[in-house]
């Protein structure tokens, strides 16, 4: 949309801002060139090149502060000669903090710099300096297409980064080739279900590439049949918006699992899609995730939030984000309920309120209202890490139940050396079992009129010490009929009976039905690590027990 490139503008100015401040400009130093990245004291050289690529959006950028700065094309190109020289024969690069020989890491390169390249042919005036620049990158993609049709991944995204690499290679290059490459990958099938969730479930971070990789083969290889994987996943994310703002991120089975995200780092998947797909939705959701953030945030250079400065690229590149605008159409992301069986997770969003009940999860419930929440765990001392809660889901007349059961006990010996162990631990699958127990851990969820109430039972096993962890955000205070506590990072307490309230930055959780039976929390063998950044609430019981907790 055109009305939204002025901000784009702007966002990249600051961007090169930055880069022009940390860019290694000494001549004697190994990472000349490089970008330094703080904590590691080297830099990564496919970040590199994409900050060559945010030098060619803003030169080329009639709008920007910096069009046709000739100090852009010297840093871009000093940029991209750091990346060309660390990429080995074989085409890959490093990802020095993980990987190495990483065919993936030059594919994500692609995504961004084939879009600077195309900017390049669109506005070069075939300076020397210009076309120095456009060769490197011609070379290096070239080299580039051996390393990723040869190459390996090793998880899920790595393959649509792949194959929407490749689809830009075969364009670019003109190596029809590289399409066998692609159909290996595509004849396993996009792991995306019904909802929308893709297999890694990482709506911190997997998913938005996941997106953006498909919509990128979808225009290169003209399989509009790919949109509606990532139509699906926008609308689920929708129904992932907390009161506060952020992401839900504690379904991921990725690095994002529990991290604090904005949906800012969607926008290019939306705006994207409003344009191709004219989903007025979508131009309404990119409408909003650009106005998230106000022009003092971005004076300040406050851009922890934002996803965009790669749109600056797009925009360059294809004309038509800055010549049409899309029709918008409001989406009510504050009132919903939603049960995404297959992904094991119930979101329910009620205005400033809103719950997400997960399976398969030691987190399995959160409460948010406000910028405040509640996160639940659930452990009992049941043969170490046998009793942590990682419960079934599903639904029931009245809500949700999450159950557990476990049978462990002992085994008798075999009388015989040999099959004693396996890989050093007792093997249970020949040996007679004795003393075997049961432990079973339902709760019962419901929600109603703004408040959540779960309903508790642990037995089969007596005097079976458990606890009930709630996690609150640090820093906040804990208000009792009897006693007052500062809520501080890291500390836990046990409230033993009653109601309280926590309040966090003027929202507040009362919570009642505490109950406190005995002091087996912290060190509890086998149960999750006590929350470092958060503080935490222990209700403690014996089993067997029925309690009823009410949350608001």
Excluded at 36 to 54: D, H, L, M, Q, T
Excluded at 334 to 339: D, G, L, M, N, V
């Amino acid at each position: 949309m055109k009305s939204h490139f002025d901000k784009i503008t702007k966002i990249g100015d600051i961007t090169i801002n930055r880069l022009l401040k940390t860019q290694c400009m000494d001549e004697n130093h190994p990472e000349y060139g490089g970008f330094i990245v703080e904590g590691k004291g080297f830099s990564e050289p496919a970040w590199v090149i994409r900050n060559a690529c945010y030098y060619i959006a803003q030169y080329y950028n009639e709008k920007s502060k910096y069009y046709k700065n000739p100090l852009l094309l010297d840093r871009a190109k000093k940029a991209l000669l750091y990346t060309v020289s660390r990429q080995y024969e074989d085409g890959t690069i490093d990802l020095l903090e993980t990987n190495f020989h990483d065919a993936t890491a030059v594919a994500f390169v692609i995504q961004q710099a084939a879009y600077a390249y195309r900017v390049m042919e669109k506005y070069s005036e075939k300076s020397s300096e210009e076309t120095f620049i456009m060769d490197t990158l011609y070379d290096f993609f070239e080299k580039s297409a051996y390393g990723i049709k040869n190459g390996g991944f090793h998880t899920p995204n790595h393959r649509w980064v792949m194959c929407s690499a490749l689809a830009l290679l075969i364009n670019i290059l003109n190596r029809k080739d590289l399409y066998d490459e692609i159909i290996l990958y595509l004849r396993e099938g996009i792991d995306c279900n019904e909802y929308g969730e893709y297999s890694e479930r990482s709506a911190g971070t997997y998913n938005e590439i996941n997106n953006r990789s498909l919509i990128i083969m979808a225009g290169e290889l003209h399989m509009p049949g790919l949109y509606e994987y990532v139509k699906r996943n926008l609308y689920l994310m929708m129904t992932y918006i907390e009161p506060d703002g952020t992401v839900c991120t504690l379904n991921s089975r990725r690095q994002d699992f529990g991290t604090v995200v904005y949906p800012s780092v969607y926008y290019e998947n939306y705006l994207l899609m409003a344009h191709l797909t004219k989903n007025k939705h979508f131009a309404y959701m990119a409408d909003q995730l650009l106005s998230m953030h106000h022009d003092e945030e971005l004076d300040r250079g406050d851009l922890s939030a934002f996803g965009f400065p790669f749109m600056a690229l797009r925009y360059m590149a294809d004309d038509f984000l800055r010549e049409n605008e899309c029709e918008k159409e409001p989406f009510d992301t504050e009132h919903y309920h939603k049960f995404y069986e297959s992904s094991n997770i119930v979101r329910i969003r009620d205005k400033d309120r809103s719950l997400t009940i997960l399976g398969g999860q030691e987190a399995f419930l959160k409460f948010q209202k406000g910028h405040n929440y509640t996160i639940l765990r659930i452990a009992a001392s049941y043969f170490g890490p046998k009793g942590r809660f990682l419960p079934k889901l599903e639904k029931t007349e009245s809500g949700y139940r999450l159950s557990y059961e476990c049978e462990w006990g002992y085994v008798r010996p075999l009388g015989k050396v040999k099959g004693s162990l396996k890989d050093g631990k007792i093997d249970w699958e020949f040996r007679e079992k004795v003393h075997t127990m049961t432990w079973t851990m339902t709760v019962d969820v419901s929600y109603e009129d703004g408040e959540v109430k779960l309903q508790t039972e642990s037995s089969n096993i007596n005097r079976l010490p458990f606890k009930i962890d709630l996690l609150f955000p640090a820093e906040g205070t804990l208000e009792h009929d009897s006693f007052s506590v500062k809520g501080t990072k890291g500390s836990y307490m046990i409230v033993k009976k009653g109601s309280f309230e926590y309040r966090y930055q003027d929202d507040r959780i009362t919570v009642e039905g505490a109950f406190g039976e005995h002091e087996y929390t912290k060190e509890m063998r086998g149960a999750p690590p006590m929350e470092e950044k958060r503080f935490t609430v222990n209700f403690t019981g014996f089993s067997p027990a029925k309690k009823t907790i009410r949350i608001r």
